[in-house]
C-alpha cells in the first residue's frame, strides 16, 4: 500500500506515489510533506489495528531521537486533513499508540479510463501485429525469390546473356604487300656517228 493509491472512508483519495491528499467532498488537493504521507500509510496498512508510537519513530524517523515531538505534530496535522474534531478516526490508546478507525479500499479507475487503456492496449498490439507480418511478408518474397532463380531452367542463350562482356582483342594487321623496286628510266644516247656530224655542221 506504501505506493498504491488508496481511498479512506469513501472520501480522501490518497496517492502515495506522489505524495497527494484528495478530499473528494470538498475538492481540496494537498501535496503532503513525505514524512506525513508515511505516517498515514502505515496507519492505513494497519488499518484497525494498534500502531506503537515506537513503530512508527522506527518505520518514518528511523529511531530519531527527537522523533516524538514530530509523530505528535504529524498525528495533529492528519487530523485536521481528515476533519477528526473528535479524534475518532485516528484514535488515541493511552501509553500504547494509535488506532486508524477507517475503511479502506484501493481507487478504482473509472471506466472511461479503463476503457482508454484496453483501445491503447489494442492499437499498439495492432500496430506490432502489422509490422511483424509486415517483416515477414519481406523474409517470405526474399526467400522465394532465392529458391526460384536456384531452380529457374536456364538454357545456352540465358548463359551466353548473363557472361560478362568481354573486350576481344584486335586482330594482328599482316601487310602482304612486298616493297616495289623504283627502277629509273635508261637515258638513250645517240649514235656516235650522229654526234660527229653535228661537230662538222658547227665547224
Known sequence: MKNTPFVLNNRFLVNPAINNFIDKATGKDIRLEPRLMNVLC???????????????????????????DGLNQAISFLRKLLED???KIIETIPTKGYLLNATINEEKKSTSETNLEKETHSTIK???????????????????AAISLFFWPWNDEDNDQLQVLRVKPMPDIKTD???????????????????????????
Open 42 to 68: 502505515f496507519l492505513a496498512a494497519n488499518v484497525n489495528q494498534l500502531v506503537s508510537r515506537e513503530q512508527l519513530i522506527k518505520e518514518v524517523w528511523n529511531n530519531y531521537g527527537g522523533a516524538d
Open 85 to 87: 474534531g473528535n479524534k
Open 126 to 144: 495492432l500496430k506490432n501485429n502489422k509490422k511483424s507480418y509486415l517483416i515477414a511478408g519481406l523474409i517470405l518474397i526474399i526467400i522465394i
Open 177 to 203: 604487300v612486298k616493297p616495289q623496286m623504283i627502277v629509273k628510266p635508261k637515258l638513250e644516247l645517240p649514235p656516235i656517228d650522229t654526234l660527229k656530224q653535228r661537230d662538222s655542221i658547227k665547224h
